[in-house]
């Protein structure tokens, strides 16, 4: 059974930062590409960053960019997403997400059959 479990969400004044991480389970070898989105309340839900299978190639929105940063640790089967800088704005439950094949970073959700539960983050003073 694929599965994924995001942590390290929670409550972090603004200017602060988080790192959340999304391991997964039951995926076959190392071919997979994941991505984080997130969905504010009344929001529709948005990419947020991306990285392929290997950790080459990043993609990041742009409201994000410069601020947040994506890695991946294969041997732990871990994605992580640092967030530095952090703004009320980005307030909301972020997801990760996995597509196999080794696909190139994406974020479009569409592109992704397999869902972690999520974690929220709230920032606030």
């Known amino acids: 059974q694929l599965q994924l479990v995001e942590s390290g969400g929670g409550l972090v004044q603004p200017g602060g930062s988080l790192r959340l991480a999304c391991e997964g389970a039951?995926?076959?070898?190392?071919?997979?590409?994941v991505g984080w989105f997130r969905q504010a309340p009344g929001k529709e839900r948005e990419g947020v960053s991306s990285?392929?299978?290997?950790?080459?190639?990043?993609v990041y929105a742009e409201s994000v960019k410069g601020r947040f940063t994506i890695t991946r640790d294969n041997a732990k089967k871990t994605v992580y997403l640092q967030m530095n800088v952090l703004k009320p704005e980005d307030t909301a439950v972020y997801y990760c997400?996995?597509?196999?094949?080794?696909?190139?970073?994406?974020?479009?959700?569409?592109?992704?059959?397999?869902w972690g539960q999520g974690t929220q983050v709230i920032v606030s003073s």
């Open positions: 997400a996995a597509k196999l094949g080794g696909g190139l970073p994406s974020l479009q959700s569409n592109e992704y059959p397999y």
């Open positions: 039951g995926f076959p070898g190392e071919s997979v590409a």
């Open positions: 990285i392929s299978s290997g950790g080459g190639r990043t």
